[in-house]
């Protein structure tokens, strides 16, 4: 089994930044995939950003260029920063992290963002 717990979403201003954490405990870290997904009441949950366990990292169009992510294994964290946050940002946002042998999916239990004035 795997534990997920999402942390650091807020409320911020148009053109703010927050950072957002991920951290999966309870199997190895590094064989773990660990995605950022994010979901609007009344719409499909819609993947942000992917930090792969081989070390890559993979960004939605409408994020690319203003979030990144970032990892430590040794932490089992992935941390994922948000800047220049927009309206359309706000969403509760969810990592799940994904075993690369089998697939298995580990979902945490969400942490709302809100970008407004």
């Known amino acids: 089994q795997v534990q997920v717990v999402e942390s650091g979403g807020g409320l911020v201003q148009p053109g703010g930044s927050l950072r957002l954490s991920c951290v999966a405990s309870g199997r190895t870290f590094s064989t773990l995939n660990i995605n950022w997904f994010r979901q609007v009441p009344g719409k499909e949950r819609e993947l942000v950003a992917i930090s792969s366990s081989f070390g890559g990292t993979h960004y939605s169009d409408p994020v690319k260029g203003r979030f990144t992510v970032s990892r430590d294994n040794a932490k089992s964290t992935v941390q994922m920063q948000m800047n220049s946050l927009k309206p359309e940002d706000t969403a509760v946002y969810y990592c799940?992290?994904?075993?690369?042998?089998?697939?298995?999916?580990?979902w945490g239990q969400g942490t709302q963002v809100t970008v407004s004035s």
């Open positions: 799940a992290a994904i075993n690369r042998e089998n697939g298995h999916e580990y």
